[in-house]
């Protein structure tokens, strides 16, 4: 209706903004996405993409799960904010948006937890954001499972034989 498909379910309601062009159907229990003309075959995708994630979204829920690395590093739940010690000389509080939940599991993992994929993407990047993970002593906020390039210092470079 007028360019939006909502969507509700156990973990909440979603609201997705269509293009235009795009229409969906419900046929036997199931969404189809139909096209007006072939102009809008690009945006087909999109829209079918984004109905899908918010079904699966309302459904399932979506997580991304974040590791603190570095002595001293860690972070806690306090209510609505989550508190971050990561070597700067005050805390930093992170407010928690409405409609994602975070939990702190042994002050070094976080796990953030929502309907909305595009939003806990967005709050994980922000968390990583704090404190980047650092190519050289690989410390900081990482994304579980993310892989890092480990730099030589410059004691490394001068092993390597380079004349500086």
Known sequence: EGGKVEVQGPKGKLSVAVPGGITFEQKD??????????????????????VANAVYGVTSGFKKELDIVGVGYRAELKGKTVSFALGKSHPIDFAIPEGIQVAVDKQTHIVVIGADKGQVGQVAADMRALRPPDPYK????????????????KAGAKAGGAAA
């Open 29 to 50: 229990g199931t969404l189809v996405a139909k096209r007006s003309s072939e102009e809008h075959r690009a945006l087909h995708g999109l829209a079918r993409a984004l």
């Open 138 to 153: 690989q410390k900081g906020v990482r994304i579980t499972g993310e892989r890092l390039k480990k730099k030589a210092g």
